[in-house]
């Protein structure tokens, strides 16, 4: 099997055929996926050098093919981003869809705990990971409280 890769930081274009067979395996894989606590998953391996037992692969490494393969079935490059864990504040700016001088700002204030790293400061992505999902619960909240208002009011 031919191994492919791109130069750190460039996106996997999706060919027709590509996005034909990441729809089908999307499919198959996203029918067969374990709870959301299961901590690993076993896959077979059909190729001449393959092991002949299931390779046991982490549940979230599973939900992340699973991801790339539904952005390929739709046609769109692709790119997994890594990252340590603990972010810039510009990485966290980005994760939070905000601006760098409002993250530091968050960071000063602590919104999201945070550590000097000589000048730099540095959060944990597990920390700032959770802020956002706390964020989006609250939006859906608040949301959900609108919209059962508008409905009251017949608006809707």
């Known amino acids: 099997m031919d191994t492919f890769t791109t130069p750190s930081g460039d996106p996997v274009p ?3 055929v590509d996005a034909t067979f990441a729809r089908e395996a999307a499919r198959l894989l996203a029918s067969s996926l374990p709870p959301a606590d299961a901590a690993a998953v076993h896959l077979r391996v059909e190729e001449p050098n393959a092991p002949a037992e299931p390779i046991a692969v982490p549940a979230a490494a599973v939900r992340l093919l699973l991801s790339i393969l539904e952005g390929m079935g739709k046609g769109r490059a692709m790119h997994v981003i890594e990252y340590k864990d603990e972010v810039t504040t510009g990485e966290m700016a980005r994760l939070l869809n905000v601006s760098a001088p409002y993250a530091i700002k968050m960071l000063d204030q602590g ?3 945070s550590r000097l790293v000589g000048t730099h400061r540095r959060a944990r992505l597990a920390d700032v990971l959770a802020y956002r999902e706390a964020q989006y619960a609250a939006r859906k909240t608040i949301l959900d409280q609108m919209a059962a208002v508008d409905q ?5």
Do not use: F, Q, T
Not at 152 to 156: A, F, T, V
């Open 14 to 16: 999706s060919s027709g």
């Open 152 to 156: 009251e009011l017949g608006l809707i």
């Open 111 to 113: 919104v999201i705990p």
